[in-house]
């Protein structure tokens, strides 16, 4: 039972560089979730989906863009990557309400 | 916008009980929530309270929540080193939205 997986797992990018971060859940859940992990901020909402065919922005959308490519799968990619964007990048995923979220081990991104 | 603050730095010695803290500032929680990170790990979800509970236990893991003054706690009885981590308190409010806290990180010395 993988649960929620991602990759890559580290990726070092040149500012201007575009990358795409991959997740793919394998719980049937509805709904995914991008979050960004900075020391001291805890972690921020980037984008999430609610359903199959629906994205919205979440806290810190600017610089970001996705994809909830079917149910199982849900990709951010960076346009135009800079060196603000290097943070930890965590996808979740959540069968509903009071279900909680189950998260990946995340991606190490540094742009350099 | 919806606010949780918890305190950065926790240190306990092993055997003894933690007790994390955690307020948050949005009146329509309905679930509560802690988290588990350890080093180079996503978060993992340790336990949850529903709003209209006082408390969940849950082997060496106890919950309070006093809804009044919006204060969540997390008790770890016989805290072992295998515990240190970084805790996150979330709440979940209106349209399903979760809101992280910041994180404490409970260090255990031997």
């Known amino acids: 039972n993988a649960g929620v997986t991602q990759t890559p797992k580290f990726q070092v990018l040149k500012t201007g560089q575009s990358m795409t971060l991959q997740c793919a859940q394998d719980m049937n859940h509805n709904s995914m979730y991008w979050y960004r992990q900075d020391p001291g901020m805890g972690l921020r909402l980037i984008y999430y989906s609610a359903s199959e065919g629906t994205t919205d922005k979440g806290e810190v959308p600017n610089g970001y863009n996705v994809s909830r490519l079917n149910k199982r799968e849900f990709s951010l990619r960076l346009e135009s990557a800079a060196p603000s964007q290097t943070s930890v990048y965590f996808c979740a995923s959540s069968e509903g309400r009071g279900g909680g979220y189950t998260f990946g081990s995340g991606t190490r991104l540094t742009v350099v | 916008g919806e606010d949780v603050e918890q305190s950065l730095f926790l240190s306990v010695r092993e055997g003894d009980s933690s007790v994390i803290n955690c307020t948050y500032t949005?009146?329509?929680?309905?679930?509560l929530y802690w988290y588990k990170q350890e080093p180079g790990a996503g978060l993992q979800l340790l336990t949850y309270i529903f709003s209209n509970m006082d408390m969940k236990q849950d082997q060496r893991l106890t919950v309070l929540l006093n809804k009044k003054d919006k204060h969540l706690s997390l008790r770890i009885a016989d805290t072992q080193t295998g515990d240190s981590a970084i805790y996150f308190c979330?709440?979940?409010?209106?349209?399903?939205?979760?809101?992280f806290g910041t994180g404490t990180k409970l260090q255990v010395i031997p």
């Open positions: 979330a709440e979940e409010g209106s349209y399903q939205k979760v809101t």
């Open positions: 949005d009146s329509s929680s309905t679930y």
